[in-house]
């Protein structure tokens, strides 16, 4: 979290086709709908990097967020999720770097209101901007015999997005909900000057369809999507 790249397709581009792809080649055949909510058999809530430490200043020192609802979008995953028994894991980023927002002992360091981990749902706590590195959550997945994830959380292009590679190339089937993650504006490599929007679509193109499936919270909530087991 305390770097990141460049790295995004904006809602309006996501194809069907390329979601439809892939279905074919990965999965997301099986589901159950239980309050309205088709959430498959068993796939897990991953909470990213949820944290105060995500308000300071210095993240926007190039430029606002984008998706200034992400959060309330996240509340809603998460809430149908508690609301169905569903499996959620809460990632936490520690930092070792004495100047970062999200060092141990900061303020920024805690949950964001309303994401605090309750009784019966895992914390995962990493140190990378990978929550499988350094983690037992692949273990902790795999006992459990999940195989599908839906991700929400920021940033968009620096740990959502590199948990979401390694989480698919570890064979998870992985949907990624656009609106419940967020980014800053920061500048190419050629110096230019990218809105937040324009960081969270490049990172979006990056992993839809290789990576993982793109989706909104709405499509998930409504039960519109099939999520895989």
Same mark, same amino acid.
């Given at each position: 979290?305390?770097?990141? =790249? ?15 792809? =892939?279905? +074919? ?25 949820? #944290? ?5 200043? =210095?993240?926007?020192?190039?430029? !606002? ?16 999720? +508690? ?5 959620? &894991? ?8 004495? #100047?970062?927002? &999200? ?13 605090? !981990? ?112």
């Amino acid at each position: 979290m305390d770097s990141g =790249y460049v790295a995004g397709l904006g809602h309006a581009d996501r194809s069907q086709g390329r979601r439809h792809h =892939y279905r +074919r080649s990965g999965g997301f055949d099986c589901t159950s709908q239980e309050a309205g909510v088709a959430i498959g058999l068993a796939p897990a809530l991953l909470l990213i990097d949820l #944290q105060k430490a995500i308000d300071d200043p =210095y993240w926007a020192r190039e430029g !606002p967020r984008n998706n200034p609802d992400a959060e309330r979008a996240a509340l809603q995953l998460l809430t149908a999720w +508690r609301e169905t028994g569903r499996p959620v &894991y809460h990632v936490r980023h520690d930092s070792a770097e004495p #100047q970062s927002t &999200y060092r141990p002992g900061q303020p920024g360091n805690e949950f964001k209101s309303g994401f605090e !981990p309750r009784p019966g749902e895992d914390l995962i706590v990493k140190h990378t901007g990978s929550a499988f590195v350094g983690t037992p959550l692949e273990q902790m997945l795999r006992r459990r015999g999940l195989a599908s994830l839906v991700v929400a959380g920021v940033i968009t292009n620096n740990s959502v997005e590199t948990s979401v590679r390694h989480a698919a190339t570890l064979g998870f089937r992985v949907t990624l909900v656009e609106d419940a993650c967020f980014t800053f504006a920061r500048r190419d490599w050629n110096g230019v000057l990218r809105s937040a929007a324009e960081v969270h679509a490049m990172s979006l193109a990056n992993l839809e369809g290789e990576y993982c499936r793109v989706a909104t919270a709405a499509e998930i909530l409504s039960g519109r999507l099939e999520l895989g087991v």
